[in-house]
C-alpha cells in the first residue's frame, strides 16, 4: 500500500498528463516555437558564416530557455482558468508533494519536445552525437530539471500579479542563470567528447538545493 506521499505524487502527475496529452496545448506550442527557433539559427549561421562548432548548444538552451518559460506559463495559466488551481489550495494534500509532481509533469514534456528536436538539431548542423549521446542525454535531464524546479516556483509567486505574463520570466531568467550556464558547459563538453563531470556535480547540487527549497515553500505560495 503507498503512503499519502505517493499517492498525492501519481494523482497530481496523471492529472497533469492526462490533460496534456488530451489537449496537446503546450507541447505543440513549445514544439513548433522550438522548430522556429532551431531554423533561425540555421539560416543566420549559414548567411553570416558562423563558426558551427557552438551553435548546436546554443540553440538546444536557447530553445530550453524560451520553449520552457513557455510551457510553464501556459501550463499555470491554463489552471487558473479552470479553478484548478484554487482546488490545489483546498485540497488536503502535503503541498510539497504536489510541487514534485508538477516538477516531473512540467520536465517530461520539455524533456520529449527536446527529444524530438535533437533529430532535427542534427540535420540542420549536420553533427553526429554518437558515442557522446549519454554524456549529452544527462546534461540535459539535469539541465532541464534545475530549470523546471525554479520556474514551477516562480509561476506560482507570479500566478495572481496583474503582469503576471511579463512578471515571470523578468523574475525566473536571473534564477536560471546558474543552470543555464552550467547545462551549456555541460552540452558543449560533451559535443567535444569530454566528460563534463564537475558541471554534473554542480547541477546535481543545484537540482538538490532548488527542489528543496521548492519543496518547502510550496505550500506557503498556494495559501498566497
Not at 558564416?49 to 495559466?77: D, K, Q
Not at 509533469?105 to 549521446?133: H, K, M, R
Request: with cysteine; hydrophobic share 55%; net charge neutral.
Amino acid at each position: 500500500m503507498s503512503s499519502p506521499a505517493i499517492s498525492t505524487l501519481k494523482m497530481m502527475l496523471a492529472k497533469d498528463l492526462v490533460r496534456e496529452m488530451r489537449s496537446k496545448e503546450i507541447f505543440l506550442s513549445s514544439f513548433l516555437f522550438s522548430v522556429i527557433l532551431m531554423a533561425a539559427f540555421h539560416f543566420a549561421s549559414a548567411a553570416n558564416r558562423m563558426p558551427i562548432e557552438y551553435i548546436p548548444t546554443t540553440a538546444l538552451w536557447v530553445c530550453i530557455l524560451f520553449s520552457g518559460t513557455l510551457g510553464l506559463n501556459r501550463t499555470h495559466a491554463s489552471e487558473l482558468k479552470n479553478g484548478c488551481f484554487r482546488a490545489l489550495m483546498l485540497a488536503p494534500k502535503e503541498a510539497g508533494w504536489i510541487y514534485l509532481a508538477k516538477v516531473t509533469s512540467n520536465a517530461l514534456l520539455l524533456g520529449f519536445t527536446l527529444c524530438l528536436l535533437v533529430p532535427i538539431l542534427v540535420l540542420f548542423f549536420q553533427f553526429n552525437p554518437g558515442s557522446a549521446l549519454f554524456p549529452l542525454l544527462l546534461s540535459l535531464i539535469l539541465g532541464i530539471l534545475g530549470f523546471v524546479a525554479v520556474g514551477t516556483v516562480i509561476v506560482a509567486v507570479t500566478a495572481n500579479t496583474r503582469m503576471s505574463d511579463i512578471l515571470f520570466p523578468i523574475i525566473q531568467l536571473p534564477l536560471q542563470v546558474p543552470v543555464l550556464i552550467a547545462g551549456t558547459q555541460a552540452t558543449q563538453l560533451c559535443l567535444e567528447g569530454k566528460t563534463p563531470t564537475d558541471w554534473w556535480q554542480f547541477l546535481v547540487a543545484i537540482n538538490v538545493v532548488y527542489l528543496s527549497i521548492g519543496f518547502l515553500v510550496y505550500e506557503f505560495l498556494l495559501e498566497e
